[in-house]
């Protein structure tokens, strides 16, 4: 039983090293839309991406935001695209560039019109923790440990919606900018 606890535990901590989990707010405005309509909200998102270098990115994520003129809305979407992780030192930034796809949860689940969105984001991540490097093995006994990254960042998404009572379509773009606190699961092992 002990000798599968061990390469149990690596293949775990192999698995969950590339594991984000974030929280964050937005604040933006559509575009396409007269008159113009706001919007700020919040996010929770979960991602797989490399800890060390350049790597793809996926991840999914929940959207809430209250719309000006239109009320509360709630999207869920995927996201998969290019990331540089940043060095594991205070300060050091990396970058994110990723696209975006989703719909709106109240209206796919309910049945009513739908509506998608497509989009970019490019973000900013900023490692907040404490250095760690390769060295810092000897003082930790976990095989993961935890980096906390800042992460500003710009998006813009086209929301497409089925045509309104007259026949038109309802598109509308939206350009936004906020910022999440991610903590991201690390190991030396890899």
């Known amino acids: 039983m002990r000798r599968a606890a061990l390469p149990s535990a690596v293949a775990l901590s192999v698995?969950?090293?590339?594991?984000?989990?974030?929280?964050?707010?937005?604040?933006?405005?559509?575009?396409?839309?007269?008159?113009?309509?706001?919007?700020?909200g919040g996010h929770v998102a979960a991602s797989v991406g490399p800890v060390r270098g350049s790597g793809p990115l996926a991840g999914v994520e929940i959207e809430g935001a209250?719309?000006?003129?239109?009320?509360?809305?709630?999207?869920?979407?995927?996201?998969g695209g290019l990331r540089h992780a940043p060095d594991a030192r205070p300060?050091?930034?990396g970058w994110e560039l990723r696209l975006d796809a989703g719909a709106r949860i109240e209206e796919a689940v309910l049945g009513r019109d739908a509506q998608l969105l497509f989009g970019a984001t490019f973000a900013v991540p900023i490692w907040l923790g404490?250095?760690?490097?390769?060295?810092?093995?000897?003082?930790?006994?976990?095989?993961?440990?935890?980096?906390v990254e800042l992460v500003p960042f710009g998006r813009v998404r086209l929301r497409i919606r089925s045509p309104d009572t007259a026949g038109q379509p309802t598109n509308a773009l939206e350009l936004a900018a906020g910022c999440s606190l991610r903590v991201r699961f690390v190991t030396d092992l890899l």
Not at 130 to 147: F, K, P
């Open 91 to 93: 300060g050091a930034p």
């Open 66 to 79: 209250a719309r000006s003129g239109i009320g509360s809305t709630w999207t869920v979407g995927i996201f």
């Open 15 to 40: 698995l969950a090293t590339a594991c984000g989990l974030e929280i964050g707010a937005h604040a933006g405005a559509s575009t396409l839309e007269r008159p113009t309509r706001f919007a700020s």
């Open 130 to 147: 404490l250095a760690h490097e390769g060295a810092d093995l000897n003082e930790t006994y976990w095989l993961v440990t935890r980096g």
